[in-house]
């Protein structure tokens, strides 16, 4: 044996055979004729003996040499064969090796398809045949296309696409839908709100939109902008406690009568005050949901907690809604098949020509339009809804049964454990707050002489 040292390897010459030079304890080097000199560890490890390759000299040194050499030891002191741990350290390398190259390929084909379908060229150009989108900024062009120009004002799209355009492709544009969480969506309207609030809540509701309707395509999973009000209250809306007094109810109802408006759209509006159901619900009423005196709201268009529920219908709503087959309030325009909440809203707020409004232009007297609002403070068609729920505590029904009306979800702890839905006491509410608004309308005879007057 002797101690080897980079002067003793470097000297050593090859022979016409293969010869090894033993140091001690199996650290050994190999050298064949070819003049390649190898470090080796020779071992016995189940009464087997066994070669195990460190490294080419003088590639690998003398002393890179010792340490694979003492790493190598210990393992087969522990009963490890080197060789099989190299050759597993080796897959493990090949392995990462090919799932980078994957990703990187993944990448790559991602970026191209993001090029290649924009939020730009897919709003601009037609959206491919079953297309389906991976990324936020392509369900943006999607729900834009295939919901929002179905829903929304030309007005309200502006605001849509100043919001995606601002806020959404720009922070999480580039995210796959299914990896979007919670936390992304707070930063991200937490960032907006710090200078615009009003900005960050409206982008809020989009996204919200947005994924409630990835979700129904079943390409998301979660909902991530849920509860995002709680922790960003500066984007909390003020309370509107908007609600028409007596004297307002018996003009809007009159004034809907005269309104330009469509029939549709009329029984509509009168329909919200009567039931005191959501406008979108309202709009949507189909005779298949329809069975005796009783109206069931499917879950998935069931408002906010998209929870099933039963509305009785009393003789007025009755005769609001008419024997028709099909969507009750129908409309040609759109895939929806009937009137749009939005279509409700703009017949109210738009103002509309009159009779027995005139103006002179010139030589000639001509319909001028009567102020938005039906000349009144201005109100929504939901003001509808909450007039209909402050009146039933009017006459006497509790508040326990009037949320059951509007279909909110108990707080809490009874929430929770109380499952009963209050069929008989909702019935008992509505005819009670049916008969004060007709008592209501009576101060104006032309209101109860046609209930249902729509020309």
């Given at each position: 044996?002797?101690?080897?040292?980079?002067?003793?390897?470097?000297?050593?010459?090859?022979?016409?055979?293969?010869?090894?030079?033993?140091?001690?304890?199996?650290?050994?080097?190999?050298?064949?004729?070819?003049?390649?000199?190898?470090?080796?560890?020779?071992?016995?490890?189940?009464?087997?003996?066994?070669?195990y390759?460190?490294?080419?000299?003088?590639?690998?040194?003398?002393?890179?040499?010792?340490?694979?050499?003492?790493?190598?030891?210990?393992?087969?002191?522990?009963?490890?064969?080197?060789?099989?741990?190299?050759?597993?350290?080796?897959?493990?390398?090949?392995?990462?090796?090919?799932?980078?190259?994957?990703?990187?390929?993944?990448?790559?084909?991602?970026?191209?398809?993001?090029?290649?379908?924009s939020?730009?060229?897919?709003?601009?150009?037609e959206?491919?045949?079953?297309?389906?989108?991976?990324?936020?900024?392509?369900?943006?062009?999607?729900?834009?296309?295939?919901?929002?120009?179905?829903?929304?004002?030309k007005?309200?799209?502006?605001?849509?696409?100043?919001?995606?355009?601002?806020?959404?492709?720009?922070?999480?544009?580039?995210m796959?839908?299914?990896?979007?969480?919670?936390?992304?969506a707070?930063?991200?309207?937490?960032?907006?709100?710090?200078?615009?609030?009003?900005?960050a809540?409206?982008?809020?509701?989009?996204?919200r939109?947005?994924?409630?309707?990835?979700?129904?395509?079943?390409?998301?999973?979660i909902?991530?902008?849920?509860?995002?009000?709680?922790?960003?209250?500066?984007?909390?809306?003020?309370?509107?406690?908007?609600?028409?007094?007596?004297?307002?109810?018996?003009?809007?109802?009159?004034?809907?009568?005269?309104?330009?408006?469509?029939?549709?759209?009329?029984?509509?509006?009168?329909?919200i005050?009567?039931?005191?159901?959501?406008?979108?619900?309202?709009?949507?009423?189909?005779?298949?949901?329809?069975k005796?005196?009783?109206?069931?709201?499917?879950?998935?268009?069931?408002?906010k907690?998209?929870?099933?529920?039963?509305?009785?219908?009393?003789?007025?709503?009755?005769?609001?809604?008419?024997?028709?087959?099909?969507?009750?309030?129908?409309?040609?325009r759109?895939?929806?098949?009937?009137?749009?909440?939005?279509?409700?809203s703009?017949?109210?707020?738009?103002?509309?020509?009159?009779?027995?409004?005139?103006?002179?232009?010139?030589?000639?007297?001509?319909?001028?339009?009567?102020?938005?609002?039906?000349?009144?403070?201005?109100?929504?068609?939901?003001?509808?809804?909450?007039?209909?729920?402050?009146?039933?505590?009017?006459?006497?029904?509790?508040?326990?049964?009037?949320?059951?009306?509007?279909?909110?979800?108990k707080?809490?702890?009874?929430?929770?454990?109380?499952?009963?839905?209050?069929?008989?006491?909702?019935?008992?509410?509505?005819?009670?707050?049916?008969?004060?608004?007709l008592?209501?309308l009576?101060?104006?005879?032309?209101?109860?002489?046609?209930l249902?007057?729509?020309?």
């Open positions: 044996m002797k101690q080897f040292t980079e002067r003793f390897l470097a000297s050593i010459k090859p022979q016409e055979k293969k010869f090894v030079l033993r140091e001690g304890r199996g650290f050994a080097l190999q050298v064949l004729p070819t003049g390649t000199k190898t470090f080796l560890y020779i071992f016995e490890l189940n009464k087997q003996k066994g070669y390759q460190l490294g080419n000299y003088p590639a690998m040194s003398l002393a890179d040499a010792r340490v694979a050499y003492n790493d190598a030891y210990n393992l087969v002191k522990k009963g490890i064969d080197p060789r099989e741990e190299k050759k597993a350290a080796a897959e493990e390398k090949a392995k990462i090796a090919m799932e980078a190259a994957l990703e990187a390929e993944a990448a790559t084909r991602a970026a191209d398809h993001l090029e290649n379908y939020f730009e060229t897919l709003t601009q150009e959206i491919p045949e079953d297309f389906v989108p991976t990324t936020v900024e392509q369900l943006a062009a999607v729900w834009f296309i295939d919901y929002s120009k179905e829903n929304h004002s007005r309200w799209q502006e605001t849509i696409l100043s919001a995606i355009r601002t806020h959404i492709i720009p922070n999480i544009g580039k796959e839908i299914s990896s979007v969480r919670h936390k992304h707070l930063t991200l309207i937490q960032q907006i709100a710090v200078n615009v609030p009003g900005s809540r409206n982008t809020m509701k989009f996204c939109q947005m994924f409630k309707y990835a979700c129904r395509q079943e390409w998301a999973e909902q991530p902008f849920h509860e995002i009000t709680e922790s960003v209250p500066k984007i909390a809306p003020k309370a509107d406690e908007r609600h028409l007094d007596d004297d307002e109810i018996v003009k809007a109802w009159y004034e809907i009568n005269k309104s330009s408006s469509s029939r549709e759209v009329k029984r509509a509006l009168k329909l005050l009567v039931t005191a159901q959501r406008p979108g619900e309202v709009a949507q009423i189909h005779r298949d949901q329809i005796d005196k009783w109206w069931t709201i499917p879950a998935e268009v069931a408002g907690n998209e929870r099933e529920h039963r509305v009785y219908l009393t003789d007025t709503a009755l005769k609001l809604i008419g024997d028709g087959k099909g969507h009750i309030f129908p409309s040609e759109g895939k929806r098949g009937h009137i749009s909440e939005n279509a409700l703009q017949a109210i707020n738009r103002g509309y020509l009159s009779d027995d409004v005139v103006k002179v232009v010139g030589n000639r007297k001509i319909k001028a339009r009567k102020e938005p609002y039906f000349g009144m403070k201005p109100w929504s068609p939901h003001d509808l809804r909450r007039t209909a729920r402050t009146n039933m505590a009017r006459v006497g029904v509790s508040d326990e049964v009037g949320e059951e009306v509007m279909n909110h979800i707080p809490g702890v009874v929430g929770v454990y109380n499952k009963y839905r209050y069929d008989e006491e909702k019935k008992i509410a509505l005819q009670k707050w049916e008969a004060l608004l008592e209501i009576k101060t104006k005879p032309e209101n109860t002489n046609d249902v007057k729509a020309d």
